[in-house]
């Protein structure tokens, strides 16, 4: 009984002291004060379809929240989060590794952590991949498509392909393309097993097919072809860039890269030099490098009088002087300078828009296009004086002078002409669109496109129109040929591997050995033979 009472006065006694003690901290009269709530962060990821990031952050007991967003170690985007809830789904993510990290003043950082995966095929095996032998000078296999935006990932990996004769090094298309894989296969026809495997596993695949034809490599002659074009995969841009090779299209290489666009190249007489336009200064500019590309150079330097477009370069036939059209007046207007962009000089002088010079292989006069309401071809003394109005023309990519300099090709109504002293002949005459006319190396011969027979093919006829000859026959575009310096072969461009871009091949002026020379993913544009 005692010891229980003793145990109640305790209890009161310290109940006493503690509410006498919070009472003189809070002062008299208050009552107890909640403790503030602490302010907590939290982060979930969750990925969805291989390539989505599902994302949700909560802010408890606090406003205002910055999220960083990490991708690989590199920091890619820093938001404000604003609401306690905050939902989002982040599509179509590349692979790798991407860190969010939630801060806020007063709370501790959170951190979440997420990797997007490799590509996923639609199939868990290589069964049923698509074996097409109707080609007649390839195998295509078909592979499965992508369920994301990583085909670059593709788990299917081409392994080998060997062959009767014992060859195991075939040539292969750009892959993956639309997931295709293409094989052409160097040296005889015959039936190859294309072996396949597929990355994670040990599984393997053989498939069988047969080539019938087995075109003749290209050619490789003493020049080389330069062209312009886009390879974001090489130079991580998506500006168009100057590039040259051999003949057969090895040793590609890239002649110039900034972060603007090159173009317009014509090669110098000797073939040492290449003359471009090119966008680096803010403006249109005419630059001049090694054959090589080395030693780049701006030559018209019209940025520096504020003329926004220097174009189209053209070498005299001695290679002392490049014309070119520049709008440092107001409109394009055809100037003269030496070629070390000395004495630039206007030559045209007339108050139209003067365009895409071309000097005639004597050196003697320049040919342009005219605008004065509608396109007009013109030619003048090679120092602007005897300006003469030749004909109606369309404005297309230049008048091309007869290597006699006594004719002149041009288009007019998609039609291909040609201007004699005083005379004109239509060549074509035909309802299709044609395009793209260029002398032979010795005059006797034309080479054009033409949507003649449905859509655009090449063809040859003779220099007064008649026999005509079908050179190419696919069911894409085959556009802008070029002849080499000796007349044997003509490069083109054509998309019929790899719609929409375009791709650069070559053939024998007949015809026959079509060969791609360039596999990249970007177009590939202008295929220009160097002189010598």
């Not at 003359?275 to 080395?294: H, L």
Request: charged share 25%; with cysteine; net charge negative.
């Amino acid at each position: 009984m005692k010891s229980s009472l003793v145990s109640r006065l305790r209890r009161g006694f310290y109940t006493l002291a503690a509410g006498a003690f919070l009472g003189s901290c809070v002062g008299s009269g208050d009552g107890p004060v909640e403790p503030k709530p602490e302010p907590r962060l939290s982060q979930i990821t969750a990925l969805e379809n291989f390539v989505d990031i599902n994302y949700r952050a909560k802010l408890e007991n606090v406003s205002l929240a910055t999220r960083k967003i990490f991708y690989n170690g590199n920091s890619i985007s820093a938001d404000v989060i604003n609401s306690p809830e905050y939902p989002e789904i982040l599509k179509n993510k590349i692979k790798g590794d991407y860190v969010f990290v939630l801060e806020a003043i007063g709370a501790k950082p959170d951190t979440a952590k997420i990797s997007v995966p490799n590509y996923q095929s639609e199939a868990s095996n290589l069964n049923g991949l698509d074996l097409n032998v109707n080609e007649k000078d390839s195998i295509v296999v078909k592979l499965k498509r992508a369920t994301d935006k990583n085909l670059e990932d593709n788990p299917v990996h081409y392994t080998g392909v060997t062959s009767l004769d014992g060859r195991i090094e075939p040539s292969i298309g750009a892959f993956p393309n639309d997931s295709i894989l293409k094989i052409k296969a160097i040296g005889t026809p015959g039936n190859y097993s294309v072996e396949l495997s597929r990355q994670g596993s040990l599984e393997k695949i053989i498939l069988r097919g047969e080539i019938l034809d087995v075109p003749e490599p290209g050619p490789l002659l003493p020049y080389k072809i330069a062209f312009w074009g886009r390879r974001s995969e090489i130079d991580g841009s998506q500006d168009w860039e100057i590039y040259s090779m051999n003949s057969d299209g090895s040793q590609q290489t890239q002649l110039t890269k900034n972060s603007a666009d090159d173009w317009g190249h014509r090669w110098s007489p000797d073939a040492s030099k290449i003359a471009f336009s090119s966008r680096r200064d803010g403006d249109w500019e005419i630059y001049v490098m090694n054959a090589d590309g080395s030693k780049q150079i701006n030559l018209s330097q019209s940025h520096k009088i504020g003329a926004d477009s220097d174009e189209f370069p053209a070498w005299s036939p001695d290679g002392s002087k490049i014309a070119f059209a520049s709008t440092r007046n107001g409109k394009h207007q055809i100037y003269v300078m030496n070629a070390d962009g000395s004495e630039q000089k206007n030559i045209s002088n007339a108050p139209f828009e003067d365009i895409k010079p071309v000097w005639s292989p004597d050196g003697k006069k320049i040919a342009f296009y005219s605008y004065d309401g509608k396109w007009n071809l013109l030619v003048m003394e090679a120092n602007g004086s005897d300006q003469i109005i030749l004909a109606d023309a369309q404005e297309d990519e230049g008048p091309k002078w007869s290597p006699d300099a006594g004719r002149i090709l041009f288009t007019r109504n998609s039609d291909i002409i040609v201007r004699y002293p005083n005379r004109e002949e239509n060549l074509s005459n035909h309802p299709a669109d044609d395009a793209f006319p260029v002398w032979s190396p010795d005059g006797n011969r034309v080479a054009f496109s033409s949507k003649r027979d449905g859509n655009w093919e090449i063809y040859t006829m003779n220099k007064d129109g008649s026999g005509l000859t079908r050179l190419t026959h696919s069911d894409k575009s085959d556009v802008m040929p070029s002849w080499s310096p000796d007349g044997s072969w003509i490069t083109f461009m054509s998309d019929r591997d790899s719609s929409p871009k375009f791709e650069i091949y070559v053939m024998k002026a007949d015809g026959k050995n079509q060969t791609r020379l360039t596999y990249k993913s970007g177009d590939e544009n202008e295929p220009r033979w160097s002189p010598k």
